[in-house]
C-alpha cells in the first residue's frame, strides 16, 4: 500500500472510531476521501502539511436549545446546530434544515459536502450549514413563527454578514427567512446580508427560488450538449415537490424534456401526460398539501401511496433525485439502470448511497453528484450576497445568465478534473478534487490557524 493511501486509511478509521454511529457524515467522507487519492500523489504537500485531517475538523460546531410554545399553550423544545466547517474561502455560507431526521451526523455531512460545494462556484464563500429536529409538518404559522424567533435569539450571536451566513433548506424557505430576519434585526442593526434566500420585498435576489432547480438543469444540459445531444426529448423523472423538484420540472420543460412523475413524503405520481407544473405549483406552494392530491384534479395520473419513484417501472432517460439523501439505494439504483436511464443528476445533497453509486459506475451512467450539480442555489445566494453589498437589485436574466455561466463552468471543471486525474465522466472525482484544491491551496496560504 502507498504512503499516501495508508494515510488515507488512518484518517477514515479514526473518524469510524470516533463517530460511530454518524452514518451519513462517515458516508460523505467516504464517498471523497476514495477519489481524493490521484491528487494528492501529484500534490504531496497537502500531505506532508496534513491538510487533509485538519480539513475534517470543523471549525466550529455549535448545538444549542431552542424552547419555543405551542399554540394551545405547551413548553417545547427542539435542538438548534449551526456547523461551520471551514472558512479558507469566505465566510461559512449554508442553509438551515428543519426536519426531525435533523442530527449532528446529517448536519455534519451537509456541512462537508457544502465545503467542496461552494468552492466549486469558484465564489469567496466557505462551508457551513444548520437547523433543527424541529418539524414543521403540521405546525401554524404563529408556532412557526415563534420556533424561528427563539431559534435566531440564539443563532445570532454566531452569525453576520462577514462571518456566517445561512439561508434555506429543507423545511426553510422565504416564509422562515423572513421570520429569522425579523428577529436578526431586532437584536442587531438592519444588516441585509446576514441571511440569503430573503423575499424579494426586501433584499431577496431574483432568480434564488428557480436557482437550484434551474441550476441542475443547465448542468445536465451542458453535459448533455457535449455530446450533440440536449433535453429536447427527453424523458424525466424528478423525486421531491419542494423549491428544487419544482424548479427543475419547469426548465426541462422549457428546454423541451417530458417530466413524467414527482412525489413527496405522502407517495408518488406518474401523470402519463406529463406533469401538470402549475397544479404541482398550486398544490405545493400555494396550499402546501400533499402531492396525492394531485389526482383530484388528473385522474389520469396514477399515485402510489408511500412509494419511492425510482421503484416504479417506467422507462425514461433522465433521474433528477431532488428529495433528500440517500433515497436511491443499491436495488433502487439497478431497477433505474433496467428503466433504461442514462443519466442521474442529484439536486439533493447526497440523494445516492455508497453502494448505489457502485451500480451506476458499473453500468456506466453519467453520475452527476450534488455537490456539483446542485451547486446554482448556493451560487445565486452569493450573488444576493453581492446584490446586497453593492445595494442594488439585478435582472432576473443577469442573475438567470449568471447561474448558467457558474454551472457551465462547474461542468467544464468537473470534467476536465476527471480527465486530468481519473477517468473520463467520473464527475465525482472531478467535482471532489477541484473542490478541494482550491480548499487546500488557501488553508496552505494562510498557515496553521
Ligand atoms: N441549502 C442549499 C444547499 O444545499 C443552499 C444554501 C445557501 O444558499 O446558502 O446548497
Known sequence: ????????????????????????????????????????????????KNILEMLLVPERLIEFRIPWMSDSGEWKVNTGYRVQYNSALGPYKGGMRFHPTVNQSIMKFLAFEQIFKNSLTSLPIGGGKGGSDFDPKGKSEGEIMRFCQSLMQELQKY?????????????????????????????????????????????????????????????????????????????????????????????????????????????????????????????????????KTYLEKKPKAKFVEKGNIWSDEFYFDIALPCATQNEISEELAKQLVQNGVQIVAEGANMPTSLEALEVFKENNILYCPGKASNAGGVAVSALEMAQNAQRLPWTFEQVDHELNQIMKNIYETCRDTANRYANKNDFVSGANIAGFERVAKAMLSQGLV
Not at 454518524?22 to 504537500?45: D, S
Open 1 to 48: 500500500m502507498t504512503e499516501i493511501k495508508q494515510y488515507l486509511e488512518n484518517l477514515e478509521s479514526n473518524l469510524k472510531t470516533k463517530y460511530p454511529n454518524q452514518k451519513e457524515y462517515l458516508q460523505a467522507v467516504a464517498e471523497f476521501m476514495g477519489t481524493i487519492e490521484p491528487f494528492l500523489n501529484q500534490n504531496p504537500i497537502f500531505v506532508e
Open 159 to 291: 452569525i453576520g454578514p462577514d462571518q456566517d451566513i445561512p439561508a434555506g433548506d429543507i423545511g426553510v424557505g422565504g416564509r422562515e427567512i423572513g421570520y429569522l430576519f425579523g428577529e436578526y434585526k431586532r437584536l442587531n442593526s438592519y444588516q441585509a446580508g446576514v441571511l440569503t434566500g430573503k423575499p424579494l420585498s426586501y433584499w431577496g435576489s431574483l432568480a434564488r427560488t428557480e436557482a437550484t432547480g434551474y441550476g441542475l438543469v443547465y448542468f445536465v444540459e451542458h453535459l448533455l450538449n457535449d455530446q450533440k445531444d440536449s433535453f429536447a426529448g427527453k424523458k424525466v423523472l424528478v423525486s421531491g415537490s419542494g423549491n428544487v423538484a419544482i424548479y427543475a420540472i419547469e426548465k426541462a420543460q422549457e428546454l423541451g424534456a417530458t417530466v413524467y412523475g414527482c412525489s413527496d413524503s405522502s407517495g408518488y405520481v406518474i401523470d402519463p401526460e406529463g406533469i401538470d407544473l402549475n397544479l404541482v405549483k398550486e398544490i405545493k406552494e400555494i396550499k402546501r398539501d400533499r402531492i
